[in-house]
């Protein structure tokens, strides 16, 4: 009988859960463009048997269906259970604790002074109610008086120094108490205000030190692109530098950890999109019946779609997929050399990614319809194979800041135009020559002639090539005709009406390019200009 009992106590001791509280540190990120996948481990002292290992302080905007719970071996995890704890925001950390009990300490004291100070002017006002000469005094009226005034100069003195003391006193601990207040709320600012937890039960076949580690995906970080361009002198390549803008805002700092950033966009949605049949027909005025019979259709059509889209949820797959290699075919992985310490908070880091020199054709654009600035452009080929994706350039030129500009990756043209700045030495000026502008009208039409010149003179110390970009106008109506009369060796395009001249300048040199046009409408027509 007593075996039996000792057996069934060992029965119930393996049977029951030891539960233990644990934070884990992180140790690992990878930052997606939108969202981030989070590593991190605690250390695990297991009985034999069921376990229960509460992890607490989990972000609170972490995706539940996305959690990765790694064991080791002679364990098994028996469940997974996410919940919040909302009672977290009545706990007091160890620093809330020692604030919040010093300030009781000074609050105390400026109970304390108050109940000196109000007892004093209690005293103040008793002696002002009071102040007369008293009849059964046998003194004469006047030394009655000058026995009062000194009684009242002397006391109503020592109670005005001692209440200005103790008000002195006062404002030196109503100044720590505020100086409390602030360094609590900067408290509470960086205290970790998550409550999600994650309760798992694991079984242990025998006592063992546990390192237990959890990935999840968080969607409160993520990182924007941005480069700097720079380039030392037309002669030399040009310089990228790959920058990532990351932010996180998890309630987690992530200390000294091995960060990996992706261009990978996480999606909650992979579902394919859908294409129903488009149907065109004579259109006819609705009444009640068609107006049924339509809204039958679509509710069948809108039911038969629900179901294909469903068939297709069941066969995708639920997690995120993460990338593990530096470049495949969905997105480009860039695994940080040192590892980086990320804070949460409003504002964003900068780490570089990549630093790479391309070759680029250096050429001044100037559009002087426009305006008579030139700028220095610098053209990269194969650009597809930089991995460049949206986002913000610095410019740099000769060392010097130049401005922005925004690299765009829907970008279709072979060559990727980057625009190096405005150089003032390059002088432009466009003139309508007058004596060759004309109007004038013969029989049912009339002819307008518009002529112009380009005058550009390098004043830089080098050979410059440059491209000028000026226009004819487009005719929209076949009673409107457009006629070039005069571009030069100008390149002309049809479709847009753009003419381009190339043209290699000599320093200290200058150049002139003469274009005219005429127009013919009918002469009762008035036409105007306009862009689109």
Do not use: C
Request: charged content about 25%.
């Amino acid at each position: 009988m007593r075996h039996y009992f000792l057996i069934l106590i060992l029965s119930v001791s393996f049977l029951k859960s030891q539960e233990i509280k644990k934070e884990i540190d992180i140790k690992q990120a990878t930052v997606f463009l939108q969202g981030a996948k989070v590593f991190g481990s605690t250390n695990v002292t297991l009985q034999k048997g069921k376990n229960t290992v509460k992890i607490i302080n989990l972000p609170n905007d972490l995706d539940e269906n996305t959690y990765k719970i790694n064991l080791e071996k002679n364990t098994t995890l028996l469940s997974i259970t996410p919940q919040s704890n909302y009672l977290k925001d009545d706990e007091l950390s160890d620093g809330e604790k020692k604030l919040n009990d010093e300030k009781k300490k000074f609050l105390r004291q400026v109970n304390l002074l108050n109940i000196q100070i109000k007892n004093l002017t209690g005293e103040q006002n008793i002696i002002n109610d009071n102040l007369k000469v008293s009849t059964n005094d046998k003194s004469t009226p006047q030394e009655q008086l000058i026995k009062l005034t000194e009684f009242y100069r002397k006391r109503m003195l020592e109670i005005d120094n001692q209440v200005f003391l103790l008000s002195e006193q006062k404002t030196v601990l109503d100044e720590s108490i505020a100086k409390i207040d602030k360094q609590f709320a900067e408290e509470q600012t960086h205290k970790n205000q998550n409550k999600k937890e994650l309760i798992l039960e694991i079984l242990a076949e025998n006592e063992m030190n546990l390192n237990l580690g959890v990935s999840y995906i968080v969607s409160n970080a993520g990182w924007i692109p941005s480069y700097d361009l720079r380039a030392l002198s037309t002669k030399r390549p040009l310089e990228i530098v790959y920058k990532g803008k990351i932010y996180q805002k998890t309630g987690q700092d992530w200390n000294n950890v091995k960060l990996f950033v992706s261009t990978y966009r996480p999606s909650y949605n992979q579902d394919r999109p859908i294409l129903l049949p488009l149907y065109v027909a004579e259109y006819t005025a609705h009444n009640y019946d068609d107006v049924k019979i339509g809204y039958e259709k679509k509710a069948k059509a809108d039911l038969t779609n629900s179901y294909q889209m469903r068939a297709e949820e069941v066969a995708a797959t639920s997690q995120i997929p993460v990338a593990t290699v530096s470049d495949n075919q969905m997105n480009v992985l860039y695994e940080l050399k040192f590892n980086q310490t990320i804070v949460s908070q409003e504002k964003e880091q900068y780490v570089i990614l990549d630093k790479k020199e391309v070759d680029a054709t250096y050429k001044y654009h100037t559009v002087p319809k426009l305006n008579n600035q030139v700028f220095l452009m610098a053209f990269v080929k194969n650009w597809q194979n930089l991995n460049l994706i949206s986002g913000e350039a610095n410019i740099y030129f000769e060392d010097n800041y130049i401005g922005k500009t925004n690299i765009k990756s829907t970008y279709v043209k072979d060559e990727f135009p980057i625009s190096l700045g405005v150089d003032e030495r390059i002088v432009v000026k466009r003139i309508k020559i007058e004596d060759k502008t004309s109007h004038k009208t013969l029989n049912s039409n009339k002819w307008e002639t518009e002529s112009y010149e380009i005058t550009v003179r390098n004043n830089t110390k080098e050979n410059i090539e440059l491209e000028i970009l000026d226009q004819l106008p487009l005719s929209e109506n076949s009673k409107i005709t457009v006629k070039s009369l005069e571009i030069g060796n100008g390149i002309y395009d049809e479709k847009t009406g753009s003419i381009l001249w190339n043209r290699k300048i000599n320093s200290g040199a200058s150049d002139k390019i003469n274009f005219s046009y005429e127009v013919k409408y009918p002469k009762e027509m008035q036409i105007q200009y306009y862009s689109r």
